[in-house]
């Protein structure tokens, strides 16, 4: 061991005896609670700052207080701190070490008593400042129905419109195709003629139902999408909710 570490070892054994048998009788029992609560070089710099009042060297006694605080800065040191202030007649600093004791988490009496002194120091006590309010966000009133922004029912549509002109041209194609069969010369040709308009009319039958089937079904969720969607902005996004 080192005899710096010795050293710096004695001399807080020192201190703390020095404490232990230090005379706190002239001490109010208040003062010596409190005192009770600091770190041990607080408490020696609070106590001396307390008999320094009592001696009416209000000087001394807030530079010890001063000291105590910044050693343990415990609430009740900074309105004592500040009291030394203004018995010293520094109301200016005893002004500002009240406000910032009245942003403390002290009762209402003692916010009463801290707001009365700035007022006999001439000062006007101050709202603590408090932070803004992260503010929601604003939902603008839900936006009409727009059908080509409903996904789904588009592409049933678009789905049911194709399959009708599939429909279509096959029908036409069928049309066409029994004309060449009526006008065939050989038999043959007729029969074969036949057979195909009436293939191309079979897929026209088909590709036409389940066109239609295809956009009524999109039609039908245009209008139900219609009566049930609610869509929402914050102007930078678009929800859509749906009610079921």
């Known amino acids: ?3 710096r570490l010795l050293f710096a070892i004695a001399l807080s054994l020192c201190a703390t005896r020095a404490h232990a048998d230090e005379d706190l009788s002239d001490l109010d029992p208040r003062i010596i609670q409190m005192a ?14 307390y008999r320094a009042f009592n001696a009416k060297d209000y000087k001394t006694a807030s530079k010890e207080i001063e000291t105590a605080y910044k050693l343990d800065p415990e609430v009740p040191l900074l309105y004592t ?3 030394q202030e203004k018995a010293a007649g520094n109301c200016a600093r005893a002004v500002d070490l009240f406000q910032k004791y009245l942003y403390s988490d002290i009762s209402k009496a003692q916010a009463d008593a801290a707001r009365k002194a700035i007022n006999d ?13 992260t503010p929601d966000p604003v939902i603008a009133a839900p ?3 727009t059908w080509y922004r409903d996904k789904p029912a588009d592409a049933l549509v678009a789905g049911g419109v194709i399959g009708l002109v599939i429909g279509t041209i096959y029908f036409a ?13 050989y038999l043959d040709d007729h029969d074969r003629l036949r057979d195909d308009a009436t293939h191309q009319r079979n897929l026209g039958i088909g590709a036409t139902v389940i066109g239609g089937v295809l956009a009524g079904a999109g039609a039908a969720l245009w209008i139900y999408h219609s009566k049930n969607a609610s869509v929402t ?3 930078h996004s678009v929800a859509f909710a749906m009610k079921f």
């Open 121 to 133: 120091c001439g000062g006007v006590p101050k709202v603590e400042p408090k932070p803004d309010p």
């Open 173 to 185: 194609k069928a049309g066409s195709t029994a004309s060449a069969a009526d006008s065939a010369f």
């Open 1 to 3: 061991m080192s005899r």
């Open 81 to 83: 701190w500040a009291l």
């Open 233 to 235: 902005t914050d102007g």
């Open 36 to 49: 009770n609560t600091l770190t041990a070089n607080a408490r020696l710099h609070f106590i001396a700052g």
């Open 143 to 145: 936006l009409g129905y």
